[in-house]
């Protein structure tokens, strides 16, 4: 069974602060994706980052990076130098990549980011 | 290009009444997948479609039910309601067998069951 776990319910920053998001995962597939997806309060998710389990080169996009750690079974994600427009909830999901288990996603709780000027 | 769409935006229905949800994928999209996440909570799947046919399922009572047509847009159907079931419904669309692994959701329909 798959089980991602964010233990941080809420972060607040100021402005221009880095802001680290925690996931933890577990899953019995050798093979799989990790995401992380932002929740504005309009409700849609968007789409931010994905890694898959076979790569653990850890990379920066835009202000965006994150650590992924199959050893430690953890995909943390960092914004760097925050800004108001970040303020949202963010999800960490996991989904195995085997044929029939594609898309299945298993989300986090979500931790709610509170970027204040 | 447009992206996930799903009507109606926000629907309030009464207890014991039956609600159906739609969505259209993404274009060149095949799959649709459907979540439930409750106020304060994560999204939890609900069922996904491919081909017409219900390949995976989460979790979720027989009253929840699908469809996928052939121009892979999707329904979602609840009957016998429950206060339980207010929540924001999430459809997301993805390729299987595209090599990509991405899946985009749309902007949800809000279901308030009073």
């Known amino acids: 069974a798959q089980k991602v776990t964010q233990a941080q319910t809420e972060i607040s920053v100021v402005e221009k602060e880095d802001v680290t998001l925690d996931c933890v995962y577990e899953?019995?597939?050798?093979?799989?994706?990790l995401f992380w997806y932002k929740q504005p309060p309009s409700g849609e998710l968007v789409f931010l980052i994905r890694?898959?389990?076979?790569?653990?080169q850890n990379e920066i996009s835009g202000r965006y990076s994150w650590n992924f750690q199959k050893s430690t079974s953890s995909f943390n994600f960092t914004i760097t130098a925050s800004q108001v427009v970040d303020s949202a909830v963010y999800f960490c999901a996991l989904s195995e990549l085997s044929t029939d288990s594609w898309g299945k996603f298993q989300f986090g709780a979500g931790t709610q980011v509170v970027v204040t000027p | 290009d447009a992206g996930v769409t799903q009507s109606p935006t926000h629907l309030i229905k009464t207890r014991g009444q039956q609600v159906t949800l739609r969505c259209s994928p993404k274009s060149g999209h095949d799959t649709v997948s459907w979540y439930q996440q409750a106020l304060g909570q994560g999204p939890q799947f609900i069922f996904q479609y491919y081909e017409e046919e219900e390949r995976q399922r989460g979790n979720f009572p027989d009253r929840f039910s699908g469809h996928q047509f052939p121009n892979y847009s999707s329904e979602l159907n609840v009957n016998a309601l429950l206060l339980g079931d207010s929540a924001l419904y999430l459809c997301a669309s993805s390729l299987v067998g595209g090599g990509r692994y991405e899946q985009y959701f749309g902007p949800g329909t809000r279901l308030t069951v009073t």
């Open positions: 899953t019995r597939d050798t093979t799989y994706y």
């Open positions: 890694r898959n389990s076979f790569d653990e």
